[in-house]
């Protein structure tokens, strides 16, 4: 029996964080701005841009970063280079270094990087950097920095996850490996902002 309750414990905490992940994105993505509709903003307020470039990771290839929303809310400013980073993963091992990257201009000082991982391997976003530097992005190592958002987990919302797995889901997510750390970025170029998502 007891080979089994192993089993049942490791499938209730990987379909627990699976569901989550799930519920935290489709939270988040509902009060997503649409990237358009955000530039437009951007480009009719005009705020102070600041030298450097900060780099915002992004979960939608098509919507704003809410790290992003809170940044310009709080600090009225923008760096002079905005990068967005989305990073995919792909149903592959490992994905080609030619398809790893695409860079895109979007205009106002934004760029989206968008970067292809296989289930194998394991991003290392200062090297999507160099990557993207060497498709035409000007940067700096030294006068470049990472906005990553911290979600504070509540568990009063409505989703559809039962109230004990929803304590559990938060107890991993506070556990669990920090970003910083999986993307390898550089700690002390890294910012982070909170949110609090009701699930």
């Keep these: 029996w007891f080979p089994l309750l192993i089993g049942v414990i490791?499938?209730?905490l990987m379909t627990t964080w699976?569901?989550?992940r799930s519920e935290l994105a489709r939270r988040i993505?509902?009060?997503?701005?649409?990237?358009?509709?955000f530039l437009e903003d951007v480009a009719r307020r005009a705020p102070p841009r600041v030298p450097g470039t900060a780099v915002f990771m992004a979960a939608s290839t098509?919507?704003?970063?809410?790290?992003?929303?809170h940044h310009i809310k709080h600090n009225k400013m923008l760096h002079e280079q905005?990068?967005?980073?989305?990073i995919l993963s792909a149903e592959v091992p490992s994905v080609t270094s030619e398809d790893r990257v695409t860079l895109r201009e979007?205009?106002?000082g934004f760029y989206q990087l968008i970067a292809s991982y296989g289930f194998m391997e394991t991003p290392n976003v200062p090297e999507l950097m160099r990557r993207a530097y060497r498709q035409g992005l000007t940067t700096d190592p030294a006068n470049t920095s990472y906005y990553l958002g911290r979600e504070t987990l509540l568990t009063s919302g409505r989703s559809r996850m039962m109230r004990w797995r929803k304590e559990l889901f938060s107890f991993i997510s506070k556990n669990s490996r920090s970003p910083t750390?999986?993307?390898d970025i550089p700690p002390g170029r890294v910012v982070e902002l909170g949110m609090q998502v009701d699930l």
């Excluded at 993505?29 to 509709?37: C, D, F, H, K």
């Excluded at 098509?62 to 929303?69: I, N």
């Design 181 to 183: 750390a999986y993307f």
């Design 29 to 37: 993505a509902s009060s997503t701005l649409p990237m358009e509709l």
């Design 106 to 108: 979007l205009g106002h």
């Design 82 to 86: 905005v990068v967005l980073l989305s």
């Design 10 to 12: 490791m499938f209730t």
């Design 62 to 69: 098509t919507g704003t970063p809410p790290a992003l929303l």
């Design 18 to 20: 699976k569901d989550g």
